[in-house]
């Protein structure tokens, strides 16, 4: 993947894929974008905006494609669905996605596209894993964002409780990009110092920790009734989990991976700490749970894999 010539096709031109199409060109990554949406004129307007930053940042060709430009694509980023409307779950648009996920997937591989999946589009553990069925691609090239966002989400609150940068706590959010997740505080360091032990010395209680954990878990909702819609966050996600890709960085980071075992799991997508390269996803990081975690995080898993078997039930009805 560490080559001279990148190509990115960006499936979905909505708020989120048009924010991580701007991340990419000002983050200089990738040689050409091609933007894909069922909406044609909106990936011209936005190709031709775009490519007006390159004076200032990097040279790059961008511009309105299909899916047979994938045919020699390194990465397929999936952001298209019907967004997360007011009052919605993400588990509330499963039924709607999958299906607009299947009229996707299929025509990326008849392109002979044999590079990497990356989804974004929710909820997004399910359409990951239905991703990589519908493609038959091995596990390692389909990744999801997973708790990307959420990682951040919880970083950036910790950080101003403590008064730290976001990028120097390693702390995670767990299991489903949804209702399910959780914070792994027990795991949790600061300059391999445990932080719950830091939080005690700061006087903040574990109840402190327990509403950290509970309005990250609900940021996005309270993103939605403002603006409608959450994109800055996961569209940097998104840019973050490509750079690893493209540059070979062996970068630990918070996306929706396939288990083998890990954690008791298997057959499922789900957010952990995984090293991702330029073949995908390297390997994944199993944190060690205390048993309270194990059960939330088998938990999360049931719940996905009973909505996935569900809609993809459905779907095949």
Do not use: C
């Not at 075992?261 to 090293?275: C, K, N, Q, R, V």
């Amino acid at each position: 993947m560490s080559k001279s010539h990148q190509k990115v096709v960006l499936v979905g031109d909505g708020a989120v894929g048009s924010a991580y199409a701007f991340a990419m060109m000002q983050q200089g990554l990738a040689e050409e974008l091609v933007i894909v949406d069922v909406i044609k004129e909106r990936t011209h307007g936005d190709a031709l905006d775009l490519e007006d930053a390159q004076a200032f940042t990097s040279p790059k060709t961008v511009y309105s494609g299909e899916y047979s430009d994938a045919k020699d694509a390194d990465l397929v980023v999936i952001t298209a669905g019907a967004p997360q409307k007011p009052g919605e779950t993400r588990l509330d648009l499963v039924d709607k996605n999958l299906k607009i996920l299947s009229s996707i997937v299929k025509p990326i591989v008849d392109s002979g596209f044999n590079g990497i999946f990356l989804v974004a589009a929710n909820p997004v553990d399910i359409l990951t894993y239905a991703t990589w069925k519908f493609s038959g691609f091995p596990k390692n090239r389909v990744i999801g964002s997973g708790t990307s966002l959420d990682t951040s989400r919880l970083r950036v609150a910790l950080g101003k409780k403590l008064n730290l940068d976001p990028r120097s706590i390693d702390a995670y959010i767990l299991g489903e990009h949804g209702d399910t997740e959780f914070a792994a505080y027990d795991e949790a360091t600061i300059g391999s110092k445990p932080l719950r032990q830091i939080a005690k010395e700061k006087g903040i209680t574990d109840a402190d920790l327990d509403e950290i954990e509970d309005q990250t878990m609900h940021k996005a909702y309270e993103i939605i009734n403002a603006k409608g819609a959450t994109y800055y966050g996961v569209a940097t996600s998104l840019m973050r989990i490509t750079r690893a890709i493209f540059r070979d960085e062996n970068a630990i980071l918070p996306v929706g991976a396939a288990l083998n075992g890990e954690y008791g799991l298997d057959d499922i997508f789900i957010g952990t700490p995984g090293i991702i390269n330029a073949t995908g996803l390297a390997g994944v990081i199993e944190v060690p749970l205390s048993e309270a975690e194990q059960a939330k995080m088998k938990a999360s898993a049931d719940t996905l894999k009973k909505v996935t078997k569900d809609g993809l039930a459905a779907l095949n009805g």
